[in-house]
């Protein structure tokens, strides 16, 4: 069973980057037809994806964050990151990372808050 677990700061600053990182257990990042995913959710608002990294390392972003997100990966730790940049107080959010392909497996989530 594919396990996901967020990990990163919980408070940044406005204008600052945001790096959370998803640590994979019971399964590798390089597993064939797997796609891993970055997720958030606002207060009182819907799921919103972010975008994604595949088994084998392509990369795709929701249009209306791309210019401010990166996905990458770390196959020797079997993690992938993800960064936002200039973040604003409407970032704040429930941030988690999932497996949207063979698993569908997904994090317990992280609260991030932007605030100085």
């Known amino acids: 069973q594919v396990q996901l677990q967020e990990s990163g700061p919980g408070l940044v600053k406005p204008s600052e980057t945001l790096s959370l990182v998803c640590t994979v257990s019971?399964?590798?990042?390089?597993?064939?037809?797997?796609?891993w995913s970055w997720i958030r959710q606002a207060p009182g608002k819907g799921l919103e994806w972010m975008g994604a990294?595949?088994?084998?390392?392509?990369?795709a972003y929701s249009p209306s964050l791309q210019s401010r997100t990166s996905i990458s990966r770390d196959t020797s730790k079997n993690q992938f990151t993800l960064q936002l940049t200039s973040v604003t107080p409407e970032d704040n959010a429930v941030y988690y990372c999932?497996?949207?392909?063979?698993?569908?497996?997904w994090g317990q989530g992280t609260q991030v808050t932007v605030s100085s």
């Open positions: 019971g399964g590798s990042i390089t597993t064939n037809w797997h796609y």
């Open positions: 990294i595949d088994y084998i390392g392509g990369t």
């Open positions: 999932a497996e949207l392909g063979s698993s569908g497996s």
